[in-house]
């Protein structure tokens, strides 16, 4: 390894200390679940779940980025690693997600019952 | 390591190894590719997981009211507290990974040690919390009853607060003994009976006018449907089997899915923590008699790092998707 190594103390802590700070507002609002943001959906699903699965992104990217130091890698890594797993979530949560609403709906308004 | 590859001569070395187009080594590299593949199998799980939920939405448990416990704190309802813990647990000890990978960097062994020592320590403590929270989840709280459609149906007082079995159930004169292999005529065995049958449990519900019928629908105001008293003496008719805990056909918290699915999705993630805290081991002792010492470099702490980090980055979706949303 020719590239000097600089110590990354600092920005270790301050990473653990972000993402302590967001499982903490995580915990806090799924214990008190504010009406406004419980009661209220976008896209079928509640605001306070639309708030969890954002802050979950967050948590995720600075684990990838600063503890699996992701940032230090050249852009190619970086792309073959990052890009690949993001269409494919995306595009599997899209067809099963969708197929999902689909049966439940199957089952309310149709004949089909599997509870009876 | 040659950068130009301009010449015909180096031509033959560009696929001949030691050519590194991505500036990582060949074990890095892997390691990266195989987190790629592992997180995609995540992924299917937990959108697999989407997929039963959006199914069954109505009727889905509701998180909060599944995982309640705290250790010491009997009958005390916590929800989140002990998952929320367990997170810190696992982020602290991705911290100290990290830091280890820090002074491995500076080939400082001593504080290697220490580090990884740290993390193998908070890895032990996450599975063990993991332990814990399956036994509560196995063992159950309340107790329910499930129709012969396969609902479930559960019991509150007056102010919808949650009633036992065991508070109200009468004692029947009646016996049924367990299915043993030693009395069975061919492979026949059962698991264990439920403390109370269903007529006892139908019995101590007429016995007690206040207790009503708790279903598994979600209403609008996402709380659980409660039956008004004659519609529950209704559907108590109904009753074809007493469930108490959970495991992969019955489930006392509502849906089957969700308790297959819980078992399946955090026992595998359970299962890498624990593959984790081994290679952590092997390469604690490595670092321990100084094999990297010698090697000139700290590498091998990078790869299980990552390895360690992707569990990390795994939990923090488990978490959102089984206690959160």
């Known amino acids: ?116 | 390591m040659e950068a130009t590859v301009t010449t015909a001569n180096s031509e033959e070395k560009t696929w001949g190894g030691g050519n590194e187009p991505m500036k990582a080594s060949y074990g890095k590299l892997m390691m990266w590719f195989f987190i790629v593949s592992d997180a995609l199998t995540f992924s299917g799980f937990l959108a697999a997981y989407g997929f039963s939920r959006f199914k069954f939405i109505e009727t889905w448990p509701l998180a909060d009211e599944v995982f309640t416990h705290f250790p010491f704190m009997h009958g005390v309802s916590a929800p989140m507290y002990y998952v929320a813990l367990m997170t810190f647990i696992l982020i602290f000890s991705s911290v100290t990974m990290v830091l280890a990978v820090d002074a491995g960097h500076q080939m400082k062994k001593n504080k290697v040690v220490i580090y990884m020592f740290l993390t193998i320590i908070g890895g032990m403590i996450f599975v063990g919390s993991q332990a814990w929270e399956w036994k509560n989840f196995i063992k159950g709280e309340y107790g329910a009853i499930e129709t012969k459609g396969g609902s479930l149906l559960q019991f509150v007082d007056k102010e919808g607060h949650r009633v036992a079995l065991a508070d109200f159930a009468t004692t029947l004169p009646e016996e049924r003994e367990q299915l043993s292999r030693s009395k069975g005529s061919w492979f026949m065995s059962e698991s264990s009976l439920p403390s109370y049958s269903v007529a006892e449990v139908q019995a101590g519900f007429k016995a007690h006018p206040d207790l009503l019928i708790r279903t598994e629908v979600i209403t609008k105001e996402k709380q659980k449907t409660i039956l008004s008293r004659k519609d529950s003496e209704l559907r108590l008719t109904q009753a074809s089997l007493v469930v108490e805990g959970a495991n992969l056909t019955h489930n006392e918290y509502g849906s089957k899915l969700f308790a297959d699915f819980f078992f399946f999705i955090t026992g595998f993630h359970g299962f890498h923590v624990f593959s984790g805290i081994i290679i952590n081991i092997i390469i604690f002792f490595n670092v321990l008699v100084g094999t990297y010492e010698k090697r000139g470099s700290y590498e091998m702490v990078e790869k299980v790092g990552l390895y360690w980090h992707f569990v990390d980055l795994v939990w923090v979706f488990v978490f959102t998707f089984f206690y959160l949303v």
């Open chain 1, 1 to 116: 390894m020719s590239h000097e190594h600089v110590s990354n103390t600092k920005r270790i802590w301050t990473v653990f200390g972000l993402l302590s700070i967001i499982t903490i507002v995580e915990v806090i609002f799924g214990i008190i679940k504010p009406a406004s943001l419980y009661m209220n959906s976008f896209m079928a699903m509640s605001l306070l779940n639309w708030l969890f699965i954002i802050l979950t992104l967050v948590k995720a990217y600075y684990i990838v980025w600063a503890f699996m130091h992701i940032e230090g890698e050249k852009s190619t890594l970086k792309n073959a690693v990052v890009l690949p797993v993001i269409f494919l979530v995306l595009y599997l949560l899209f067809i099963l997600l969708t197929e999902g609403n689909y049966i439940y709906e199957v089952f309310k308004n149709s004949t089909i019952k599997w509870n009876f």
